[in-house]
Every structure is written in C-alpha cells, then in structure tokens.
C-alpha cells in the first residue's frame, strides 16, 4: 500500500543554476546536498513546512552518456505542476519581482485566481489561489 509521495525528480542541466532559481526565486529551501563516492550529486529542495522533496537531477551526473542526452531531452517538459498560495497577488508579485516569467496576466477563474509562470528551463507552472465553497 502506499503511503506517500516523497519526492519528485526534475531534470536540470545544471544544479547549482536551478538550487539558486527555487531557492533566491520561489522560497524554496535546499534540504540535502551531498556527493556520491562518483561525484554525483544528490540535491533536494523542498518548500518549508512540506514534507514532499524535489530532486534537482543533472542526468550527467548520474548516467551514461546516452541516457544522459535522453534525459537532458525532457528539460524544460515536465508536467505542469499546481502551486497553491494564500494570498495570490502578494505572490505573484514577489515572484515578478524576482524575475519569474509568467506567460500571461492572473485571471480569475469558478475555482480561484491563477497564473501560469516558467522556470529557467521553460517548465510550466501553475500559482494558484482558490476560493472555498461553503
């Protein structure tokens, strides 16, 4: 049975490029960074107060030199993911201020406001507030 999800990889081609766009950019904090016996290197950031990781992947680290290229392939095509906030405009705000790219300007939709942004790779994301139903 599963219990939870824990961590979710993102492929990047460069480590330290990515570690400073979550962290300087988004808020998020680095959890673990450390470097196997072969160099590569195991990177995690997470949002503070979540339990779920992100692993920061540089598949050249890691891989062959064909795997690697497949995987450095997919940089920049995740899945969107949904990023929930409580307080939208101060958000996305700060985000623009600290030179996020969002693709178009917040709309507010049956379910809340939102806006799509990317990161330095071109993945899309989803900031999100939503409205309660009661």
Same mark, same amino acid.
């Given at each position: 049975? @599963? /219990?939870?999800?824990? $961590?979710?990889?993102?492929?990047?081609? %460069?480590?330290?490029?990515?570690?400073?766009?979550?962290?300087?950019?988004?808020?998020?904090? /680095?959890?673990?960074?450390?470097?196997?016996?072969?160099?590569?290197?195991?990177?995690?950031?997470? @949002?503070?107060?979540?339990? @779920?990781?992100?692993?920061?992947? %540089?598949?050249? %680290?890691? $891989?062959?030199?064909?795997?690697?290229?497949?995987?450095?392939?997919?940089?920049? /095509?995740?899945?969107?993911?949904?990023?929930?906030? %409580?307080?939208?405009?101060?958000?996305?705000?700060?985000?623009?201020?600290?030179?996020?790219?969002?693709?178009?300007?917040?709309?507010?939709?049956?379910?809340?406001?939102?806006?799509?942004?990317?990161?330095?790779?071109?993945?899309?994301?989803?900031?999100?507030?939503?409205?309660?139903?009661?």
């Amino acid at each position: 049975m @599963l /219990k939870k999800l824990a $961590h979710v990889t993102l492929y990047v081609r %460069d480590c330290e490029e990515a570690l400073q766009f979550y962290t300087d950019k988004l808020g998020f904090e /680095k959890r673990m960074d450390s470097r196997m016996d072969d160099g590569s290197r195991w990177l995690t950031i997470g @949002l503070p107060e979540q339990e @779920l990781e992100i692993v920061l992947h %540089d598949p050249t %680290d890691w $891989h062959s030199e064909d795997v690697a290229q497949q995987m450095l392939a997919l940089v920049g /095509k995740n899945p969107m993911w949904v990023w929930q906030t %409580d307080d939208f405009y101060s958000t996305y705000e700060q985000f623009r201020q600290n030179g996020v790219t969002f693709l178009g300007e917040p709309r507010d939709v049956m379910y809340g406001t939102e806006a799509v942004f990317t990161d330095l790779y071109g993945n899309q994301y989803l900031l999100l507030q939503t409205v309660s139903f009661s």
